[in-house]
């Protein structure tokens, strides 16, 4: 089978349905990523009958299929990890739009801290870019706050390299100055040091089953069933994590700069 990946918002017609515009491109079944903004696709191709599954993503709507991780609970476990060490100003840096995976993460974040004791700081939340650059933002951004964290958590793994690079470039020391934790689907936690903790999700499992349920349903439609799956993430403790320094960092400037803590 032929594989090809394409933009449906750039792609699609307003007069053709989303079948008829799959068919016009020679396309018999199609893999979705999506976002908050735009689950609504995912339904209402599922709706059409067309033979679909939807990564990363969860519904309740009964006819879409889907494969997701569960980042509640490693979530969970990170920012419980995070204050067992004695941290109680923990950042939480995720991606600007959203899907399923970043709010279940943010909102676990936020069950952790209240369930502790530890008042929500909006001024800790970051929206940002999911990139390198994304990521070295926001440690110049958080280093400027009057109260600065002492760890902060990525939900996505570009943002979390970008961010120990960051703190390189300034002179911030990782963990003993600053704790980073965050996501990672692949092995590019490999390329950083120290080695970041991690909550690990297999994405490329993932996109493999996602293949194969749609191969399988597109080769003997009679025989497929549904697919409704969430699988587990783990959490890996490696080298970025550590309890916060005795004496308070204080403000650093993107130049490196520090004032008195």
Same mark, same amino acid.
Request: hydrophobic fraction near 40%; glycine fraction near 4%; charge should be negative.
């Given at each position: 089978?032929?594989v090809? &990946?394409?933009?449906i @918002? ?5 007069? *053709?349905? $989303? ?6 491109k !020679? +396309? ?25 599954i939807?990564?990363?993503e969860?519904?309740?709507?009964p ?21 067992q060490?004695?941290h ?7 991606m &600007?739009?959203?899907? @399923? ?5 943010? *909102?676990? $974040? ?6 502790? !004791? +530890? ?11 999911p990139?390198?650059?994304?990521g ?8 400027l706050?009057p ?17 120990i ?7 911030l ?25 991690v ?10 089953k ?11 439609p009679k025989?497929a ?8 993430t ?22 490196g700069?520090?004032?008195?803590s």
């Amino acid at each position: 089978m032929d594989v090809a &990946i394409i933009d449906i @918002h750039r792609d699609k017609q307003e007069n *053709e349905n $989303y079948t008829q515009f799959f068919m016009r491109k !020679g +396309i018999r079944g199609v893999i979705l990523r999506t976002s908050m903004q735009h689950r609504q696709v995912s339904i209402d191709i599922a709706n059409e009958k067309f033979p679909s599954i939807t990564v990363a993503e969860c519904f309740e709507e009964p006819n879409v299929n889907y494969l997701v991780a569960d980042s509640n609970i490693g979530t969970r476990q990170a920012i419980e990890h995070l204050i067992q060490l004695g941290h109680n100003r923990i950042a939480f840096a995720m991606m &600007i739009d959203p899907d @399923h995976d970043h709010r279940e993460r943010y *909102e676990a $974040y936020r069950a952790v801290l209240a369930e502790n !004791g +530890i008042d929500y700081d909006p001024k800790l939340a970051f929206k940002i870019i999911p990139t390198l650059n994304g990521g070295a933002q926001v440690i110049s951004r958080a280093m400027l706050l009057p109260q600065p964290p002492t760890a902060i958590f990525f939900a996505d793994p570009p943002a979390m390299i970008g961010a120990i690079q960051r703190c390189h470039e300034i002179n911030l020391k990782v963990p003993q100055e600053l704790s980073i934790a965050g996501f990672d689907d692949s092995t590019i936690r490999q390329y950083a040091h120290p080695l970041p903790t991690v909550v690990w999700q297999d994405a490329s499992s993932l996109g493999q089953k996602a293949a194969m349920w749609l191969c399988n349903t597109l080769i003997d439609p009679k025989q497929a069933q549904p697919c409704r799956e969430t699988v587990s993430t783990i959490l890996e403790i490696n080298q970025s994590t550590a309890p916060p320094p005795v004496t308070p960092t204080g403000t650093i400037l993107p130049s490196g700069q520090r004032t008195e803590s």
